[in-house]
């Protein structure tokens, strides 16, 4: 299994600012992930982390609005662009090492004022 | 269009109530099934995957089942601390290289002592 940590664990943000979330993953892992979890809803998946490429976006989602950055096989970075109230959500970096067990960070809770 | 449904959205039991949460997905191939457990604030943990119609699988109280329509995860006995929200994924075999996972909205399960 792999272990996957967040940083920062919650942030609180005015509109119209970026935040950066760190996901550290303890081993490598072949895949990276980025998913949206609004409250009651199902997990939403933003953008696959390619490394050392682009990443790829899921419909709905861009990359001016969520750049994602993936330098090794450990470690991705997901920004948020430009803030507005909508974006309040918890963001989770998720990790594959196997063809097909996928593993979740705890999370990071933002709130956009 | 791939499609997860859980029921129901909330089940609230007494300790040592036994009973089942439902998962039926509309997919034209499964890859693999994946039940996890989220508890508030924290990140879905996982807990089986499931390949082929028939297989069972196992963990303490739980047992997920499935069938070429559905998944049961069945909860023998329950008590308090298995209380969390439960969360089906199913993969699909036309998921292409990055065999994204589509997520239900969940069941919150309640257990009172």
């Known amino acids: 299994s792999a272990v996957i940590s967040q940083k920062p664990s919650r942030d609180i943000c005015q509109r119209g600012t970026s935040l950066t979330i760190q996901c550290q993953v303890d081993?490598?892992?072949?895949?990276m992930f980025w998913y949206r979890q609004q409250p009651g809803q199902s997990l939403t998946l933003i953008a696959t982390a390619n490394q050392g490429s682009e990443a790829t976006y899921e419909s709905g989602f861009v990359i001016d609005k969520f750049p994602i950055s993936r330098p090794n096989l450990t470690f991705s970075t997901l920004t948020v662009s430009n803030m507005s109230p909508e974006d309040s959500s918890i963001y989770l970096c998720s990790g594959r090492s196997g063809p097909q067990t996928q593993y979740f960070g705890p999370g990071t809770r933002l709130l956009v004022l | 269009e791939d499609q997860v449904t859980q029921s129901p959205e909330a089940l609230r039991l007494q300790e040592g109530e036994s009973s089942s949460l439902n998962c039926s997905y509309t997919?034209?191939?499964?890859?693999?099934l994946f039940w996890y457990r989220q508890d508030p604030g924290k990140g879905p943990e996982f807990l089986f995957t499931l390949y082929s119609a028939g297989e069972e699988k196992e963990k303490e109280r739980l047992k997920a089942t499935l069938t070429k329509k559905e998944s049961f995860l069945h909860i023998t006995a329950p008590k308090p601390e298995d209380s969390a929200t439960y969360l089906c994924?199913?993969?699909?075999?036309?998921?292409?290289?990055?065999?994204?996972?589509?997520f239900g909205k969940g069941t919150k399960l309640s257990v009172k002592p």
């Open positions: 994924a199913v993969q699909a075999l036309d998921g292409g290289s990055q065999g994204n996972l589509i």
């Open positions: 997919v034209s191939g499964l890859r693999g």
């Open positions: 081993s490598q892992v072949t895949m």
